[in-house]
């Protein structure tokens, strides 16, 4: 344990790295989602899945390079992935 | 060890830009052709943070995410929501 690989490596970029794995898996099915998906209803589940995942990579990057004001981009997307997927729904439902 | 996570996932992003552009050429469902280029617009605004650009990703979300989106609907609202096959020669002399 003393002379293991994961000793040098602190706590914080053990979560980081974790996290950064899930998100990817994440990213990659969303898009496997959006490719196959025969309908438009599957796209629209599958952009707003990749909005929501993008909104923590951000706060992931963000924690990174130890700049905070990337939170704001990240506080954009959370308002407007909303509005595009509401923006979506009117259309399918012929109220736009 | 993170950094080079994050960039391994940054160029992940990068094929995803890829990915939605294609789609948004080769769909033939307008709707979902608009949603692939919001994808494409969504990963090039995290690219940007990426790079250190927090200005321009918040730009491109706005515009590129949201506004585009609407308006690109709200025109396909307007006119046909399939893509048109093209006419053959034949069918242009009946006119």
Same mark, same amino acid.
Request: with cysteine; glycine share 6%.
């Given at each position: 344990m003393t002379d293991g690989i994961l000793t040098n490596i602190s706590m914080t970029e053990i979560t980081v790295i974790i996290s950064a794995v899930l998100i990817f898996f994440s990213i990659v099915f969303g898009i496997v989602r959006l490719v196959i998906g025969p309908d438009t209803v599957d796209r %629209?589940?599958?952009?707003?899945?990749? *909005?929501?995942?993008?909104? =923590?990579?951000?706060?992931l990057l963000a924690h990174q390079a130890e700049r905070?004001?990337?939170?704001?981009?990240?506080?954009?997307?959370?308002?407007?992935?909303?509005?595009?997927?509401?923006?979506?729904?009117?259309?399918?439902? $012929? =109220?736009? | 060890m993170s950094t080079l996570v994050l960039?391994?996932?940054?160029? %992940?992003?990068?094929? =995803?830009?890829? +990915?939605?552009?294609?789609?948004?050429?080769?769909?033939?469902?307008?709707v979902s052709a608009v949603i692939s280029a919001g994808l494409a617009s969504l990963f090039a605004s995290v690219v940007y943070v990426a790079?250190?650009?927090?200005?321009?990703?918040?730009?491109?979300?706005? +515009?590129?995410? =949201?506004?585009? *989106?609407? +308006?690109?609907?709200?025109?396909?609202? $307007? *006119?046909?929501?399939?893509?048109? $096959?093209v006419t053959q020669p034949e069918s242009e002399d009946s006119e």
């Amino acid at each position: 344990m003393t002379d293991g690989i994961l000793t040098n490596i602190s706590m914080t970029e053990i979560t980081v790295i974790i996290s950064a794995v899930l998100i990817f898996f994440s990213i990659v099915f969303g898009i496997v989602r959006l490719v196959i998906g025969p309908d438009t209803v599957d796209r %629209v589940v599958a952009i707003d899945l990749l *909005t929501i995942v993008t909104i =923590g990579l951000i706060a992931l990057l963000a924690h990174q390079a130890e700049r905070y004001i990337y939170l704001d981009v990240a506080l954009v997307y959370g308002l407007l992935s909303f509005l595009g997927v509401l923006a979506v729904a009117r259309y399918l439902e $012929k =109220g736009i | 060890m993170s950094t080079l996570v994050l960039t391994l996932l940054t160029v %992940v992003l990068c094929a =995803g830009i890829l +990915i939605g552009g294609l789609l948004a050429v080769m769909l033939n469902n307008m709707v979902s052709a608009v949603i692939s280029a919001g994808l494409a617009s969504l990963f090039a605004s995290v690219v940007y943070v990426a790079l250190a650009a927090p200005d321009v990703a918040m730009t491109e979300a706005s +515009i590129g995410s =949201g506004l585009t *989106t609407m +308006i690109f609907l709200y025109a396909i609202r $307007k *006119t046909q929501n399939t893509e048109v $096959k093209v006419t053959q020669p034949e069918s242009e002399d009946s006119e």
